[in-house]
T-cell receptor
Framework: GAGVSQSPSNKVTEKGKDVELRCDPI?????LYWYRQSLGQGLEFLIY????????KSGLPSDRFSAERTGGSVSTLTIQRTQQEDSAVYLC?????????????FGEGSWLTVV | DAKTTQPPSMDCAEGRAANLPCNHS???????VYWYRQIHSQGPQYIIH???NNETNEMASLIITEDRKSSTLILPHATLRDTAVYYC???????????????FGQGTTLQVKP
């Protein structure tokens, strides 16, 4: 596709349920990032994938959060046993293979509401 | 932590140039200055980036001081649709022991007024 695609665009789930959020990066982009943004807050880095390298998981807030990237393309962010504080918009971004000043492009996000 | 300092808010009259400042006094030689904006919690939109030379594209101009410790984003003719939060970000070149991820600060809320 032309841009980073995320699904679902909106998700309402009950506290304690697991959720999966999907990201399709721009074709050919090897780097993929996940961020989240709580209401009225800034963007918080979660995790980064680059090719076959070990992901940078330094931003994941707890062990309830995990992500995988299959085939070097699509990524899934999984939140287990959701809590109300997990309510946020989850943003995925991608960029070409690292190089001089490669730009990171964002999707429109998946809005998660935990009730 | 974000390595940039921006004013929390600014106003600009429609049709005028909007000049958004950013301080990045601890920037390293291999770090780029990136600008993004975010409208109503949509995904951040890339605007422009630069290393040490001034840059211009169809959206904006980026002026970086000679010592690279500060920069200014210029929207030459602001419109109401330019109302957004503008983020100035210092990003290291990937490959030098880091992921090249963007660390967002609080940004500047630009309000363009009729």
């Amino acid at each position: 596709g032309a841009g980073v695609s995320q699904s679902p665009s909106n998700k309402v789930t009950e506290k304690g349920k697991d959720v999966e959020l999907r990201c399709d990066p721009i074709s050919g982009h090897t780097a993929l990032y996940w961020y989240r943004q709580s209401l009225g807050q800034g963007l918080e880095f979660l995790i980064y994938f680059q090719g076959n390298s070990a992901p940078d998981k330094s931003g994941l807030p707890s062990d309830r959060f995990s992500a995988e990237r299959t085939g070097g393309s699509v990524s899934t962010l999984t939140i287990q046993r959701t809590q109300q504080e997990d309510s946020a918009v989850y943003l995925c971004a991608s960029s070409p293979r690292q190089g001089q000043g490669n730009t990171i492009y964002f999707g429109e996000g998946s809005w998660l509401t935990v009730v | 932590d974000a390595k940039t300092t921006q004013p929390p808010s600014m106003d600009c009259a429609e049709g005028r140039a909007a000049n958004l400042p950013c301080n990045h006094s601890t920037i390293s030689g291999n770090e780029y200055v990136y600008w993004y904006r975010q409208i109503h919690s949509q995904g951040p939109q890339y605007i422009i980036h630069g290393l040490k030379n001034n840059e211009t594209n169809e959206m904006a101009s980026l002026i970086i001081t000679e010592d690279r410790k500060s920069s200014t984003l210029i929207l030459p003719h602001a419109t109401l649709r330019d109302t957004a939060v503008y983020y100035c970000i210092v990003r290291p070149l990937h490959g030098s022991g880091n992921t090249g991820k963007l660390i967002f600060g609080q940004g500047t809320t630009l309000q363009v007024k009729p």
